[in-house]
C-alpha cells in the first residue's frame, strides 16, 4: 500500500476494533468508496449488489453521527436507486471526504445538501448557522419516543441555539441504552448525553463491539426505569469519563437529586420543561472543561501594557525585537512567545512553586481529568518528577523495589533520598537486546526474601515503568492488590512517561496507576473483598510458605490496606504539551501525612523560574483530552494497528522487516490468554476480553519494535538512514531494531509515507543482493546473521558489593547505592581499568573484586548495566565488550572501567 486512498479497506479483528472503534466507521466508508469507483467505471450488476450491501453496513453505524444525517444518506442511496454512478461516487467522495478532514466541525457549506458545497447557507435544510472557529461538539439524546419523533427533538434541540453561543452542537437521537453505549464508543464527536427516562434498555440485535465492555453493561436484569438510568450514566462515565451527562426525568426528581448517585449527573430537569436551561447547561458543561485558567490568564497577560523591572530582559521581547542581530528570533516565534513571559507570580500569574490561583486550579482540573486526587505540574520532565515523588515518600534506610531498567531517573533519586534499591529484573527479550517487564512473581519474591530476613517493615514502595520504553504494559491492579497482600500500605509508584494518554482508552485505562487505584478502592469498599480476605486467609492458614504465596492469586485484607498510588506522566510525549511538561498524579489516602515533604521535594526539584509556556501548555493539553481525547487516542490506536498489519503482510517489506508482535514482545507465561497479535483476524472474544483484563503483560499497540537486522541494519544506523535520508524521525534503537510510535499527532498520510519508505528501501536490498556477486551475498548473510543470531547475552543485576550491604551473607539485595555513590567523588578511592586489560580477567578470576564506581548506562538499550557500588561480573564484562554502541555514559574508554578500590585493596 502506498496510498491510503487506493488501499483495499482494512478488515479488523474484533480487539483492534475495539481498541479503536471510531476507525470502523472510516473503514467502512472506505469500502463504499473503493466499490463506487469501480462501479464508476464499470456498471457490472455485482458490484452494484457488493456497494448495496456494503452501504446496508455503513448505515449501521450513520445513525450514531449528526453529519452527513439521514437526508444527506438517502440522496446517496437515491443515486443507488436511480443508477447515477457518476452522483454516487462525487457524492460518496464529498462525503467521506468531508467525514475525514471534519469539515463539518468548522464549515457549514459540508451540511448543505446540493452537489455543490458553496451554495447559499439559507438553502441548507437544518439550521447551521455556526461560523468557523466555534467548537464544534454533539449530543447524544437516549429517548423512549417512536423513531418517527426523533426529527423533532433534533429540531427543537437546533431551535434553542443562540447567536451569543460559545460552541456549536448537532444532536444524534438513539432509543436504547445499548445504542447510546455503541453512540459514545463509535463517535468521539459526543461529548454530552441526555437521557430522557424511559428509553429501552437492548436493542433488538447484539453489538458485538459492546462485549468488551460487558463487565460495565449488563443491562439484562434491570426492572425499573431509574436503575436503567443509573446503570447507563455508570458504564458511560466507565468508558468515557469526562463525558458530561444531563438526566430529564418526569417523576421525583427532588428525591433522585438526594441520592449520592446523582452526583453522575450534571443536572436533572423535569422532563422538557425548561429546554433553554438544558441548552445553556449543555454549553456550560463543555465550558468547564474548555476552561484553562492558566493558560487564559497567560493570554490576558500578554495583552497588558505592562513594563518590566524584574530580571527577565526577553519579557516584552523589547530587546528582541529592536534589536539589529536577533530580531529574527522575534519574528520566528511571534511577538506573543515573548508577551507572555514573565519572571515575577504577580499580576494573576500565580506560582509553580507555591500555587494559590489559578495553577493551582489548573491542577485540580488536570487531576480531575485524569482520575486522580491530586496533580502537580512539572516543567522540567519526568526526570524530575520521579525524584520529587521518591525524594518525597523515602527516607534514608528505607527499601524501595525497583526496576533495574527504569529510566535513571529513579536511580538517582535513591541516591538523593538515601533508600536503598532492591534491583529486581525484567524478564529479557535477548534475540531483541532489550528488556521486558518485571514478572510478578519476582516482585512478590523480594517482598517474601525481605520479609524472611525481618526487613519488610522497611519497604516503603514498589516502583515500576508502566509501559516500558518498548510497550510492556502491567496488569497494574493485580500486582498492586498482590503486594498489598504481603505488606497492606507499600506506597507504588508507576512511571507512566509513555503511558498518560491511556486514559483516554476505555480498554487500555484500567492497566493505568490511577486506573487501576479507581477500580481498587471501589473493589476494597464492596463485601465481596473482605469475603475474599477470610476465605484466603483459612485456605493458606497461619504461616503458608513462599511457594504457596508466589502460586497463589492473592487479595488483600480490605481493613488493612492504605491505597497509595503515585503515577508520573510525561504530558510531552503522548499529548500537547511543550517539552518537559510533566505531571505527578496522586492517590494516596495517606497524603495529607506527606504533603508537607511532598512540597520540600516540589521546592527541592522545580527550578525557581518555571517556564511559563511549558505551564500553560500543561493546562491546555489537559483541556484537549477532555474534549477530544477519547477519539485522538483511538486514531493513534488505530493507526499503529495499521502500520503493524501493513508492514508485516506486505510481501516486500516483510521479507526484512517486521513490526514485533505480543507473542514475539511477551513471552508465552506471561500472555496466559494466548493472543499472539492484535490483527489476527479469529481471535475470540473471550481470548481477547482475557488478554486486555488479565495477561500479565499486554503489548501497548502504538509502541512498535520494527526488527531491522535481517535488512543487515542495526539500530542506530537504521535510524540515522531514517532521519537524513528520508525525514522519519524515532526514538529508542536496540541492536537489531527501533523503535516507532503512532501518537496523537499522527495520520493515514504518515502510514502511507513510512510504507513507501520501507517498500523504497527493501527494493533496494532486494536489487543490491540480485546485482552483486556470491561475496556480496555472504558478507550480507553474515552482517545479519551477527545481528540476528549472536547476541551479547543480557547480564542481570550482580549485587551490590559487601561494603555497600547491610549483612553481608544475606541473600537480599538492596544495597546502600549513596554511599557507592559519594565513595566515587574521593578520586583515592578510584582507579581505572581498561575493558580490555588482562587485569579485568585477572580480577574477574582472583579478585579482588570488580566494584562499579557510577552508573554505566549504554544507550541503546538505555539501562544500567552497573550502578554505583555493584559488583562487576564476567557477565558484565562480556556484554560491554561486544557492546559495539558509540554512546555508554559513565565510560570514558580511553581511561576505562571506573571502579570503587575495595576495601582489601585499600589496605
Ligand atoms: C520510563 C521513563 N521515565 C522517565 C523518563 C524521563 O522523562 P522526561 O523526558 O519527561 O524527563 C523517560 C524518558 O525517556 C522514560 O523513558
Redesign the pocket.
Known sequence: MTDSSSCTPPTRSLISASLATPALRADRWLAVLSLARKWSGNNAVDIKKNLSSSLGKLDELEKFFAYPGAQLLDRLKNCLIEDDNKAFLRLAQRISTTIVSRKYHRDASSWNMDDHEDEPLNRLPQAITHLKNTPYFEVLSVVPHAPSRWPIIQEEARGVRRPEDDFIYQPVVVGNAQDALTGILLNPDISAVVLYEGFAAQNAVDNPLLAAFQSVIDFSTIEDDETLVLQLAQAIKKIRPEMDIYLLSDRNIETLAGKPESRLFNRIFYQMEEPLELHLSILEGIRNRYRTPFFDNLKRYAQRPIATFHALPIARGKSVFTSNWISDMGEFYGPNLFLAESSATTGGLDSLLEPTGNIKDAQAMAAQAFGADHAFFVT?????S?KMVLQALLAPGDIVILDRN??K?HHYGCVLAGALPYYVEAFPLAEYSMYGGVPLRTIKQALLTLKAHGDLERVKMVDL?NC??DGHVYDTRRVMEECLAIKPDLIFLW?E??FGFAHWSPLLRQRTGMGAAAALTEALARPEAQKAWDEQASTLGENPDDETLLNTRLVPDPRAVRLRVYQ?N?V??SMSALR?G?IVLVRDVDFEHVESQFHEAVFTHASTSPNLQIIASLDVARRQMQLEGYGLVSNALQIALEIRKQVNNHPLISKYFRVLNSAEMIPEAYRKSGLADYNTPDISWDQALQSIKSDEFLLDPTRMTLSCGAAGFDGTTFKNILADKFNIQLNKTSRNSVLLQSNINNTRSDIALLIRVLVDIATDIDKKILDNDDGYQKSFAHKVHELVDDLPALPNFSCFDDQYREQATATTLHGDIRRAFYDAYKESECEYIALDSPEIDQRLQSGPTLVSANFVIPYPPGFPIMVPGQVITQGIVDFMRKLDVKEIHGFNKALGLKLLKRVSNKT
Open positions: 522540567n520532565g519526568t526526570s524530575t520521579n527504569c529510566h531517573s515503568t516500558t520504553f512511571d512517561a509513555w508520573t510525561s510531552h510525549k518537559q510533566s
